[in-house]
Each structure stands twice: as C-alpha cells, then as structure tokens.
C-alpha cells in the first residue's frame, strides 16, 4: 500500500489588528449615575407616598403612584443594561 503525501499547513498568520479608536467613542461614565438617582428616586417616591399617607408626591394619581415609583426602579433597570 503506498503511503500518502504529508500536506504542510501554511503558517499562521494573525489576524490584522481591529481599530480601537472607533470603539473608545462611546463613554459610559454616565451610567453608574443615573442608574442610582432612578433608584433613589423611585424609593423616595414610594416612601413619601407612605409616609405621607397617600397625600404626597401627586394627590391625583392616589395609589398610581406606587407605579410611579417602581417605574423609576425599572428604568434604573433599564439604564444597568448599559453598564460595561
């Protein structure tokens, strides 16, 4: 039986170098900010609303505004996405 021909595999060459600039553009220093004063301010929402016994932050939205104030909890959710 004869013997097969041993194949050379080229050699390895790296990839080209991918252009970091364009990446370091976008700054997210601005996340970790907003992210805690939506929390913050979701909670002090809902605790003026309890402490107040419904009379404050907005008399008008009566028990919407625990809504409120878990939507401002949510959109500080929302805006964590962004964190890298």
């Known amino acids: 039986m004869p013997k097969s021909r041993i194949r050379k595999k080229a050699d390895y060459t790296p990839p080209p170098a991918k252009q970091t600039t ?20 979701g909670l002090a ?13 907005v008399d008008a939205l009566g028990n919407w505004n625990i809504v409120v104030g878990f939507g401002f909890i949510a959109a ?6 962004q964190w890298k």
């Open 76 to 81: 500080g959710f929302g805006v964590s996405t």
């Open 22 to 41: 364009a990446l370091k553009l976008t700054n997210r220093a601005w996340v970790a900010p907003v992210m805690l004063g939506l929390f913050l301010i």
């Open 45 to 57: 929402w809902i605790v003026v609303f309890y402490v107040t016994d419904g009379s404050l932050p």
